[in-house]
């Protein structure tokens, strides 16, 4: 047991050599609570609560679950041309956005491949807010500045945001003990940027990364601490708990969510990944327009792995279908509220039909398994 | 942390228990189970394996984390804890009840460390 062989969560890559851990506003908070600490993009993040990731990940799906996600990068674009930015730089179509909605888009390079995958805020013409993953911001950041044109202007405010994500099917129930229904964000994808909860000044938007319903928080870094208690307060008849990062990444792997570093990388891009809803071939140029086109048709896929043999299939494991080499697995668990094991795969699209039967290799072992469709999960 | 006086540790956190007739049972300590949380697969050896002491006898996973555990004793496999195979949860909610396999003629141990001196080694490895 000492020489632990994986924990998924403890991956050094993801540690920027040279630059020092960081804490979110919510740390002291984090240890007060029991959670386990582990370093995850450049920040100290608890991966679990002593309640487990299974009882974390099934107060998501039955009640509600509090996250820190404080360490998530938030970039500012404003000016005359911060529209025609965004347009330029991401793959999705920010033209139509009304104020108050929200937008997912990944980022390409030139070949088509992921920068990263980030959300859009538009809070006014003229202004939006954009929220990258921690492990890429300074890369994002540097990426954005490079491709900057005309009158727009970016700022890095991520330092000075705390952001909570309350999951869960109960978590409007609960907000709605703090704030009056017209406060509360109605659709899927949308904010309302200043409501005063509990005197804390908020954004509130209905997302999230767990494929449940709920909201994601942000307020001010220092008032953090007070938004995390009172809700957790307000919360607790109704079975909310706090979460930790074993449960985020437990849920967002049900519900088929991608996850930088994983499923998108510099080389395997949002096509191969599926995520044609976000990708916009046909508004003006874009970077990695070209790049996106050049690798039509595709030749690999992200597919959904089922266990159906005995064991648990892990990221970078190889996938064979009978002796042949067919593609490799780049995230895998066992998936809580299902019970059962996945994972998800790139596979050559002549190999990713439903039902296809496939074996994973897991440390040397052949674990049989079958090619189903994503998402594992849907509420 | 839960450390019977009754037991024998090694310094991977698996417990032996010996009993009278020179066999012994092997499992996880509670130390080993809270550091790898909810554990949902075990992977066991057969019935008749040879195992030999400091390596491999399987391995356990959690929704988080593999490890391999680690046989204290060289001998041969007599019984593996098959209930096992469909509640690894067992391990994490009775660790000292949640025995692994069952060793018979063993012919060599690891050091084993009593339960004082095993918390010890905990401490200095937190």
């Known amino acids: 047991m000492a020489r632990l062989r994986f924990a998924f969560f403890v991956l050094p890559i993801l540690r920027k050599k040279g630059s020092p851990i960081k804490k979110t506003p919510l740390y002291d908070r984090h240890v007060d609570l029991g959670g386990k600490i582990v370093p995850f993009a450049g920040y100290l993040l608890p991966v679990q609560y002593p309640t487990g990731v299974i009882a974390e990940h099934m107060a998501v799906r039955t009640a509600a679950g509090l996250f820190d996600v404080s360490h998530m990068g938030e970039l500012v674009f404003t000016g005359p041309d911060a529209l025609k930015n965004l347009n330029h730089m991401l793959t999705n179509d920010f033209t139509n956005m009304t104020d108050g909605q929200v937008r997912y888009s990944p980022m390409c390079n030139d070949a088509g491949g992921c920068v990263d995958d980030l959300i859009v805020y538009k809070v006014r013409e003229g202004a939006y807010l954009v929220v990258v993953n921690a492990a890429n911001k300074d890369k994002d950041a540097a990426w954005m500045a490079e491709h900057l044109f005309g009158d727009c202007k970016m700022e890095d405010i991520s330092d000075t945001v705390a952001q909570v994500a309350l999951q869960g099917p109960s978590s409007k129930e609960i907000l709605l003990k703090l704030v009056g229904e017209e406060d509360l964000p109605k659709k899927y994808y949308s904010f309302i940027p200043q409501i ?184 | 942390m839960n450390t019977p006086d009754h037991l024998r540790y090694t310094k991977s956190h698996e417990w032996i228990l010996f009993a009278d007739d020179g066999t012994a049972k092997v499992g996880l300590t509670d130390h080993a189970q809270d550091a790898l949380g909810d554990l949902v697969f075990v992977n066991l050896p057969q019935v008749g394996d040879a195992l030999t002491c400091g390596e491999a006898l399987g391995d356990v996973e959690s929704v988080k984390a593999v490890s391999d555990v680690y046989s204290p004793v060289t001998g041969t496999v007599k019984a593996v804890n098959e209930d096992l195979l469909d509640t690894p949860e067992a391990i994490n909610s009775d660790p000292y009840g949640a025995w692994l396999v069952e060793v018979e003629n063993i012919t060599d141990q690891e050091e084993l460390l009593d339960a004082a001196a095993y918390q010890d080694h905990c401490a200095q490895e937190d």
């Open chain 1, 196 to 379: 005063t909860v509990g005197g804390i000044q908020c954004l509130i938007s209905r997302t999230g990364y767990t494929g449940e319903s709920g909201y994601e928080l942000y307020c001010a870094a220092g008032e953090g601490p007070a938004l995390w208690d009172l809700l957790l307060e307000t919360g607790k008849d109704l079975g909310l708990i706090p979460c930790g990062l074993g449960a985020r990444d437990t849920l967002r792997l049900e519900a088929a969510m991608p996850l930088y570093g994983h499923e998108l990388t510099d080389d395997v891009g949002p096509l191969e990944a599926g995520l044609d809803f976000a990708i916009k071939l046909n508004k003006d140029d874009f970077i990695g327009k070209a790049g996106l086109e050049g690798r039509l048709p595709l030749t690999r896929t992200r597919v959904g792995l089922e266990v159906t043999g005995r064991g648990i299939v892990r990221e970078h494991q190889d996938v064979y279908i009978g002796d042949q080499l067919a593609g490799q697995t780049t995230s895998g668990t066992h998936a809580p509220f299902l019970g059962k094991a996945i994972a998800m795969a790139y596979l050559s699209p002549a190999d990713a039909a439903v039902g296809t039967q496939v074996e994973v290799d897991v440390r040397g072992r052949r674990v049989p398994c079958k090619v189903v469709p994503l998402p594992f999960y849907k509420r």
